[in-house]
């Protein structure tokens, strides 16, 4: 820490003097300047992680969307077609059907696969089973079920 340092002004009276020495100078700069490193690190992961909950807040927002436009299209309408395979529901390599959304310059890729007469891993006539896929950065997915029946 500081030192007392004692100076004698030839007058017979000593004058005390206080301060910082290099050194510690040098520690405390050096601690202020890691806790800025820490917390400009902070702020950029804070902004990561809000960026991917906002991707990911729109990828459920798109997955609804085609949700909802699954239910109010006709039973038969080409948009919901099987392809002829129903074992093929979580099938990403080869969907039965896929779009590409783009919401603020950043773009979704929105995949879907059919199963007629399926509900789950049973047998129902008059049901399609769809499932949702929005994919974004080619490593998130965001997946939603969509039952439809054959209602007149």
Not at 15 to 32: F, N, Y
Not at 89 to 103: A, E, F
Request: aromatic share 8%; charged share 25%; net charge positive.
């Amino acid at each position: 820490m500081s030192e007392r340092m004692s100076i004698n002004r030839g007058n017979g009276m000593n004058c005390v003097k206080r301060g910082l020495t290099l050194v510690e100078i040098l520690v405390a700069l050096s601690i202020l300047l890691i806790a800025i490193i820490f917390a400009a690190n902070l702020g950029v992961g804070a902004a990561q992680l809000n960026r991917r909950a906002k991707r990911q807040a729109d990828a459920r927002i798109i997955a609804f969307k085609f949700a909802e436009m699954f239910r109010s299209l006709n039973y038969s309408d080409t948009t919901i077609q099987d392809d002829g395979d129903v074992n093929d529901l979580d099938d990403t390599d080869h969907p039965d059907h896929k779009r590409v959304v783009q919401i603020e310059d950043y773009k979704y890729t929105v995949m879907w696969n059919v199963a007629d007469n399926m509900l789950y891993d049973s047998a129902v006539v008059g049901i399609k089973t769809i499932k949702i896929f929005v994919l974004w950065a080619h490593k998130y997915k965001y997946t939603l079920t969509v039952i439809k029946g054959n209602v007149p």
